[in-house]
């Protein structure tokens, strides 16, 4: 089946300094991909949704300059938490779908961010 | 608007007894209705899937029906395992749109 690869798994760094996560999908073209955030033992919240080639779409109340999201390829999203901070400490959780009509989303493991 | 309303967990049951998690959704026009399984520190998996009314999702041993009348969505297991200890998502996906809505989650510890 469909699977996306998604790392680091786990990071932990300093306050202030950024941090990447990638998002890949191995084995099908991701036109689309979406970045949840989820705190602990809520739901997922959609932070923002992103198409190859063209700038994402972020969600209200989403810092589009705090949470720098690049889709250059058609396999590969990019999230990155600029200067972190303590607050954004959390479970990033990515997805994406190909390009057939009703095709579900399939989602990467997430990836622990903790800044200390 | 869309939502979706799951009951509250913990949810705790011992080996080899029946689960219901229950889900109710809130929707216009004909959704698609899921249930995601997320295991500790990992991301979420689909677990089955309906996409019209009456349709009966099912995979490992787990079911859920969708209810029209009553706009719900419930899991169910007849014998549930450890291995199934997880948080379940009910998640419902507007006709037209693929951005799914989902609940807060209902965690499920099941003890040997």
């Known amino acids: 089946g469909a699977v996306v690869s998604q790392h680091p798994s786990w990071v932990i760094c300093k306050s202030g300094t950024s941090v990447k996560i990638e998002c890949r999908s191995l084995?099908?073209?991701?036109?689309?991909m979406f970045w949840y955030r989820q705190f602990p033992k809520q739901s997922l919240m959609l932070m923002a949704t992103s198409n190859e080639g063209s700038k994402a779409t972020y969600e209200q109340g989403v810092e589009k300059d705090k949470f720098l999201i690049n889709h250059a390829s058609l396999t590969l999203s990019t999230l990155t938490v600029t200067s972190a901070h303590p607050e954004d400490s959390s479970f990033y959780i990515c997805?994406?779908?190909?390009?057939?009509?009703?095709?579900?989303?399939?989602f990467g493991d997430g990836t622990r961010l903790s800044i200390l | 608007g869309n939502s979706v309303t799951q009951m509250e967990g913990p949810v705790t049951l011992s080996e080899e007894a029946f689960l219901t998690i229950n889900c109710t959704y809130t929707?216009?026009?004909?959704?698609?209705l899921f249930w995601y399984v997320q295991y500790p520190g990992e991301g979420l998996q689909l677990l089955l899937k309906a996409t019209k009314a009456d349709d009966k999702g099912s995979n490992k041993g787990f079911e859920a029906t969708y209810r029209k009348e009553t706009t719900s969505f419930h899991l169910e297991k007849g014998s549930v395992q450890v291995s199934d200890s997880a948080v379940y998502f009910c998640a419902l996906r507007p006709g037209g749109s693929y951005i799914p809505t989902f609940g807060r989650g209902t965690s499920l510890i099941v003890h040997p």
């Open positions: 997805s994406a779908r190909g390009t057939e009509v009703n095709q579900p989303q399939h």
């Open positions: 929707a216009t026009g004909y959704p698609s």
């Open positions: 084995d099908f073209q991701a036109t689309t």
